[in-house]
């Protein structure tokens, strides 16, 4: 099959504790192979499988044939994601919820960026710099981003 060339893409996300296996469960179905060395997975990465699917009738008589475009997708294994019982109905800790992980997502992001190649006071477009639209911004109570 050819990219494309398929009926469905299903795509599966393996979750789980670091160490458990995930990478080489998806390895082995995809490849046929097995490594014993660990290697751990960083971020996040995906393997690709095409294969047929025909279902069983209740007859037992195979129905036609569906062409699979498999993307097995591998995590880290170290989500720390918090723990929130939310309700999409009435609405409980679901913006709690998302600001959370919006917060927790710029921290990281804060500590893997090097600011250092940034120039002090560099100046945007309606000349102010960014350190003074900034600060002018949160005494307005705005956002500085």
């Avoid at 690709?48 to 498999?70: A, C, F, T, W």
């Amino acid at each position: 099959m050819s990219d494309g060339d398929y009926d469905y893409l299903i795509k599966f996300l393996a979750l789980g504790d670091s160490g458990v296996g995930k990478t080489s469960i998806l390895y082995q179905y995809t490849d046929g192979k097995f490594n014993s060395r660990f290697i751990t997975t960083v971020g996040i990465d995906f393997r690709e499988k095409r294969v047929m699917y025909r279902s069983n009738g209740p007859d037992g008589v195979s129905g036609r044939g569906q062409r699979i475009h498999l993307q097995l997708w591998d995590t880290a294994g170290q989500e720390r994601i918090p723990y929130f019982e939310t309700s999409a109905v009435n609405g409980t800790n679901v913006t709690k919820a998302v600001e959370t992980l919006l917060d927790l997502i710029m921290k990281r992001m804060e500590r893997c960026v090097d600011k250092s190649w940034i120039p002090e006071g560099v100046v945007r477009s309606n000349g102010h710099s960014s350190t003074e639209q900034l600060h002018e911004e949160k005494d307005k109570g705005k956002c500085g981003c």
